[in-house]
């Protein structure tokens, strides 16, 4: 950040009276641009004894399996955020039934959630964001396939959590270093 | 917003192509200017059979009481924001236990997540953000001198859950009218 959205003067970036880390100040007009994490949303749909997963059309992690998740906007609750990505990705419409797994990734600035959801009908198409759309069984999970940690961690739970019927929602943390500054 | 953080470049509201809504965009150096939900995380703080409750000292809503609760900040995760939250406001530092609510309010772009956390002993005390922290009882909460509808829902559930000894993590929405503009 080098200008201020608000008036365009330049910012400065130090520690405002009353709180303990740098934020951007416009020393012009005083508005403190403060810098916050953002919420994935995305959904662990199932249809009978089958997953939905969505193979990655674009960067980061192309080719690789996903399920359908992406930031939640404003005016948007984060079910509703997930059923969109979900439309979006899968173009699959899905009835929500209850938040799963919350992860915390600092080492980006995200906060991940998926909700569980049922395919209201088993129809599904890639979207333009995927490349392939499926429904697949335990058995045929791509394990070293899977774009991301917090998606089989994700499953991992589901196909555990499957065993007894009792889902349990749960906020994990994902610490990993920070990522090495672009050449 | 009215120029663009990167350049100083005034910016125009446009959806961009392959997207559906409209965002902040420099035409100068093509950056778009995403803005997304915060999320605020908090602890729900036990001890024994007592509940920690603040009284705040800042708008919006002071003197009404709260569970410990700020904005996440980045390179943070949700549980340590809670904690770090609850030292600042109520000076008490606690064993994160469990998530336990998370509230999209998607009239003000946020999601709200509580914590159970434990006091690891009995110390506390009001933070400069509040004016007075209290551990009070079922019977001693001031149903109407609550903050805000996250705090009184997050606490019904917890007694509600208490005499089970079953707490089950939920995702709700908070749906209200947006906010009048500003005279």
Redesign the interface.
Known sequence: ????????S??VSRIPP?DS?PR?ICEECGTI???????VTGCLVTFEDRVLLAQRAIAPRQGFWTLPAG??????????GAARETLEEACAEVNIL??YT?F?L??I?Q?Y?F?RAELTRPDFAAG?ESLDVRLVTEAEIPWDQLAFPVVSDTLRFYFSDRQTGQF????L?V?RPPRPPKA
Do not use: K, W
């Open positions: 950040m080098n200008y201020c959205s608000h008036c365009g330049t910012v009353g880390r951007y641009h403060y810098q916050n994490p953002r919420v930031f939640l906007e404003n005016g948007e609750t984060a079910a509703a209850e938040l919350m915390s600092p080492h600035n906060i959630c909700f333009t349990r929602a749960r906020a943390d610490i």
